[in-house]
């Protein structure tokens, strides 16, 4: 159970992570070339390790290249009009919408599908979720560089990562995804500790609740289970205890029509038939 809850600790750490960028790129302390280097560095990173993780399969295809030039080719044209999307708007009302989206998108996503349990992903409202608050929060940055670099960081985060993880998952890297983890665990907190302490003991205390407590409290409730019902249980006859008035007389009611029609089965001797004196006789 502690090892089925690192797909949420990662979910937790990415958001964690994305708000950090966030604010350092609205408050101008983090150029473009910075972020774009950040960019980088996790394409490269993510491929490195694909090609270490898989003996076969692991090279990425001609057609997700192709996917993947016509995504930034798209992102490029659209960041004029991104960054200029929500200008009638407060920065108090896009917060809002954004923080309630983030919020959304961490229980609505498929951690079936970033743990290997499911081979297909189903978690496209948390993608949704997390690419409409990137684009409102995109909206007020200052120029059109920052922009595409901030959403190219968030799909990278938000869409490329969970399918990265499922298929370190397939590809039998149990070890490597655990290290992910934990280094995850670990940038994120420093990054935190710079920002502020206080949002670093919220995330160390909130890991630790998801990663130790739960499945410790998960554990301690399953002596109150008393009623168990899944396909690993033992079958039970449905045999009933107590047979109603109603039963006992459909059974009798049964029994006297198979003696009519077939005496011998129930034990008696079979009754002949008697030709009724009224019909004619036929020579």
């Not at 502020?196 to 909130?206: D, E, G, P, Q, W």
Request: with cysteine; aromatic share 10%.
């Amino acid at each position: 159970m502690v090892r089925n809850s690192a797909s949420l600790i990662q979910v937790v750490s990415s958001v964690a992570l994305f708000g950090l960028v966030f604010q350092h790129c609205w408050a101008a302390t983090m150029s473009t070339q910075m972020l774009l280097a950040i960019d980088g560095t996790l394409c490269l990173g993510a491929a490195v390790l694909r090609l270490c993780s898989f003996t076969g399969g692991g090279l990425v295809s001609l057609r997700q290249l192709q996917t993947g030039a016509v995504l930034l080719g798209v992102l490029v044209g659209l960041t004029p009009i991104l960054r200029s999307l929500t200008q009638a708007y407060s920065d108090d009302t896009i917060l809002l919408l954004s923080i309630l989206c983030i919020v959304l998108h961490i229980p609505s996503q498929d951690y079936l599908y970033m743990m290997n349990y499911r081979q297909r992903f189903g978690g496209m409202a948390s993608l949704n979720l997390a690419i409409f608050a990137t684009v409102m929060l995109a909206s007020r940055l200052q120029t059109n560089s920052m922009v595409f670099a901030f959403i190219l960081f968030s799909m990278e985060i938000f869409a490329a990562f969970p399918m990265f993880t499922h298929h370190l998952k397939r590809g039998d890297a149990e070890g490597l995804f655990h290290k992910i983890t934990s280094l995850l665990f670990l940038i994120t907190a420093a990054s935190l500790v710079h920002a502020s302490k206080i949002l670093a003991c919220v995330y160390v205390i909130t890991t630790f609740f998801i990663s130790f407590v739960c499945p410790l409290w998960l554990k301690y409730l399953q002596r109150y289970k008393a009623v168990i019902r899944g396909g690993w249980d033992e079958a039970v006859p449905g045999v009933p205890l107590r047979r109603s008035s109603s039963d006992a007389t459909l059974q009798r009611s049964q029994a006297a029509a198979l003696s009519i029609v077939n005496p011998v089965a129930v034990g008696k001797p079979a009754v002949p038939l008697q030709r009724s004196s009224s019909a004619p006789e036929v020579h």
